[in-house]
């Protein structure tokens, strides 16, 4: 009886120990902690995601997803980086384009790199860094057979996980009804940023308008400035017909009052109008 005794516990203790080992039965693998502040996802899900490279889209865009290393290493050159094409076409793109931790600018990229490297523990190692480039031709407008004809990137980017070609698209991408039904979105973010601009010599600037202490009558003039001459003369076009248009509305319906009820004759309406007009 106790040699089936010590045989059962040894047999027992040898099974927890390749759970353990494999990570099947034992909970504490797939716990969850605090790193930097941010809560941990399961170590489990963790190990799962390191098994295979992420492959991820940035969906260049200025202040929202840009690659720093490629911005500074045209800027050496003396070339000017043009968002939304440098590393979106094959002509102008670098390797630096195709390194998922150089996307770390903009409010996005700095927030999502955050993610990759703080909250999921991946490296460049890890990830598969894409651009629009890399989009293959079952999405390509051009293409007949493809399933997506339009112009947009960001839905084309969705197109591209839905037909798992992608695992992540990064990018302030809105949440529409066609990409909803594609595949799922990551909780809404937004972003609001207040900025204190000051004079380094303590002076204001010249075309600023500040009351009352440097208060110069001339400066009034400046909170017109950002509206263009066409704009004005579209308001202006807008107040003159609509007032042209109460104007024939009430002359008419005096006229209508008569009791002959019948329309009036041009010439009299011509006459009223005058009449108001010159009043």
């Known amino acids: 009886m106790s040699k089936f005794l010590v045989v059962g516990i040894i047999v027992i203790c040898l099974s927890h120990w390749l759970e353990t080992v494999s990570g099947l039965g034992n909970q504490s693998l797939c716990g969850s902690g605090l790193q930097v502040g941010f809560a941990s996802p399961l ?33 050496g050159r003396g070339s000017k980086y043009v968002y939304g094409r440098t590393c979106d076409d094959v002509d102008t793109a670098v390797p630096e384009c195709f390194v998922a931790s150089n996307w770390n600018s903009g409010w996005i990229g700095e927030f999502m790199s955050g993610v990759f490297t703080t909250y999921l523990g991946l490296g460049d190692d890890d990830i598969i860094a894409m651009t629009s480039l890399n989009f293959t031709g079952a999405t390509d407008p051009n293409n007949a057979t493809s399933v997506y004809h339009g112009s947009d990137v960001a839905t084309r980017c969705v197109w591209e996980v839905n037909l798992g070609n992608l695992d992540v698209c990064v990018g302030d991408i809105w949440e529409t009804e066609e990409r909803r039904m594609l595949t799922r979105f990551t909780t809404a973010i937004a972003k609001d940023t207040f900025v204190l601009i000051s004079s380094t010599d303590g002076k204001p600037p010249k075309d600023m308008f500040i009351f009352p202490t440097f208060f110069e009558a001339l400066r009034m003039g400046n909170i017109f400035r950002p509206i263009m001459p066409e704009c004005w003369g579209l ?9 042209l248009i109460i104007l024939l509305t009430e002359s008419t319906e005096d006229l209508l009052a008569s009791p ?16 108001r007009f010159c009043a």
């Open 235 to 243: 308001h202006a076009v807008f107040l003159a017909g609509s007032a």
């Open 43 to 75: 170590l489990c899900e963790r190990l799962e995601l390191m098994s295979s490279p992420l492959r991820v889209a940035f969906l260049d865009k200025q202040y929202v997803t840009q690659n720093s290393a490629v911005i500074e290493l045209l800027k």
């Open 260 to 275: 002959e009820d019948k329309p009036p004759p041009p010439l009299r309406v011509a006459r009223i109008l005058v009449g």
